[in-house]
């Protein structure tokens, strides 16, 4: 539940070893986690019942769950999501959207965050979708 409050991206940085431990350990002992998080990058809040949302709140919804992403990214292990491709191809969609700046800022830390923690050989075959999304 605090994962997705809003107000957890401000801990402070004394707790965030101890944070990106347990986000680790819950996303790789319980097999429903990380399913249930790749499937809410994509989930429209209009999709979810809410009828009167702003495409502001939408694409600032959505820029929080690719924090959350590179988070998850961060507290893993070296290359533990290399075999992954959904990853790449959630954040390729929300760089296609190009629809609020703090969306596609949000999809650039996410790819630095990949950059570090995944070996280059098994990003070698994702760079050319992700720089013609780029440009």
């Known amino acids: 539940e605090l994962f997705y409050d809003t107000k957890f991206v401000f801990i402070p ?3 965030l070893k101890l944070w990106s431990s347990v986000i680790n350990h819950y996303i790789t ?3 429903n986690t990380w399913p249930e998080f790749i499937k809410s990058l ?3 809040l209009s999709g979810q019942g ?3 949302v702003s495409k502001e709140e939408e694409d600032n919804t959505r820029a929080r769950h690719i924090k959350r992403l590179a988070f998850i990214l961060f507290s893993g292990e070296y290359n533990q999501y290399a075999d992954s491709p959904v990853i790449l191809e959630k954040l390729g969609e929300a760089l296609k959207l190009r629809s609020s700046d703090r969306l596609i800022t949000e999809v650039f830390l996410a790819l630095r965050v990949i950059r570090i923690v995944i070996n280059p050989v098994h990003l070698r075959s994702f760079w050319p979708v ?3 999304e780029m440009i």
Request: proline share 7%; hydrophobic share 40%.
């Open 13 to 15: 940085p004394k707790a």
């Open 29 to 31: 002992k319980d097999k």
């Open 42 to 44: 994509t989930k429209s």
């Open 50 to 52: 809410l009828l009167f």
């Open 130 to 132: 992700i720089l013609s």
